[in-house]
């Protein structure tokens, strides 16, 4: 089970993220250039230069035409996939904490920083036709976030609803017809780090600086199962093909230093998602973990971490031939 060590960033990745069909990883940094890499070899195919800052977010559309980019230079961008044209600019106010596409790419969301005396804001923008003209058009739809920022963000169902991860905890979600709340709960007591949603689209797990991780029904945000550990996670992804739950984080990166590796801080941590046992663990960041995302075919998953390295790692049989002791009655 020897890792692909993907090194191509100078400073800490920030989110990675696999297209639908799992051919292509993506790859934000705190540097400047987000990467695009064949998963199967660890390739680099390019960079997407244009950003002036850290890369805060990525996310690409079902079809690998477009990859929608948002920075700590207050702009969000849109980018041509094979040519790494940089199409459209929208600037912002403050950083763009998060951005995605919707299921059908029809629409993108972002959220940006409360910051310089502008609020947190969530914008709703139409990608149905991707050209410069984006850069000066309105959004369709956006609304002030008045209480805590957002700090991770997931299309709902039909794109229909956004479901929002917030700073002090929370969990928000928005109808897109008005802009106005339909659920909020606080199952969280500090910042929702990451938000990712099942293969199927109806539960998402999130990752919180509390040291928990928890499954949410997208629908309804009942809290379904709870996952514990002794240090923040930074990001939580669920298996397409098992009942497994990988999680990765560590302590903040201001007290990196003054912690070994050995000391088993920065694994990436497997629980069932059932029974919410933790069953495995593996090691090889020398930082705290920033992102997670499984392969699409659930035969191998990637992780991101502080020390700017991209490791993908593929399981052994032995990973698929494991299973949970339980009594079935």
């Known amino acids: 089970m ?50 002036g800052g ?38 912002t106010n403050s950083s763009v904490r998060t951005c995605n596409f919707s299921y059908s790419a029809y629409q993108a969301a972002y959220s940006t920083d409360k910051a310089m005396g502008h609020p947190c804001e969530v914008f709703i923008i139409d990608t149905r036709t991707i ?23 997931i299309w709902g169902t ?16 928005w109808d897109l017809r008005t802009g106005k709340k339909i659920h909020s709960i606080k199952e969280h007591s500090r910042q929702i780090n990451d938000m990712q ?12 600086k509390d040291q928990t991780a928890k499954l949410f029904d997208t629908s309804s945000l009942e809290l379904l199962k709870e996952y514990k550990t002794e240090r923040p996670v930074n990001s939580a992804a669920l298996s397409p093909i098992l009942d497994h739950v990988v999680l990765g984080g560590g302590q903040d990166a201001m007290e990196v230093t003054t912690t070994s590796t050995r000391q088993g801080k920065f694994d990436a941590r497997f629980f069932h998602l059932v029974f919410e046992e933790e069953f495995g663990r593996v090691k090889g960041h020398f930082g705290p973990i920033n992102s997670l995302a499984f392969h699409p075919d659930g035969r191998s998953y990637a992780s991101g971490g502080e020390d700017g390295y991209v490791r993908v790692q593929s399981f052994d049989q ?3 031939d494991y299973t949970f002791d339980y009594n079935r009655d």
């Open 54 to 91: 850290v890369v805060w977010c990525l996310d690409v559309d079902w079809q690998s035409i477009h990859l929608i980019t948002g920075g700590g230079d207050s702009s969000c961008r849109l980018w041509d996939l094979e040519t790494g044209k940089n199409i459209a600019t929208i600037k």
């Open 318 to 320: 032995a990973y698929f």
């Open 197 to 208: 949603l099942s293969r199927d689209g109806t539960m998402f797990i999130t990752a919180s």
């Open 131 to 153: 050209d410069d003209s984006i850069s000066s058009a309105s959004s369709i739809l956006k609304w002030e976030i008045t209480d805590s920022k957002v700090t991770s963000m």
């Open 158 to 173: 039909l794109d229909e609803t956004i479901i929002t991860g917030h700073e002090a905890g929370d969990l928000i979600q």
């Open 2 to 51: 020897k890792p692909l060590m993907l090194q191509g960033h100078e400073r800490a990745i920030t989110q990675i993220k696999y297209n639908r069909e799992g051919d292509l990883l993506f790859s934000a940094a705190k540097d400047s250039k987000p990467n695009v890499w064949w998963s199967l070899n660890g390739e680099r195919l390019g960079t997407f230069n244009g950003h």
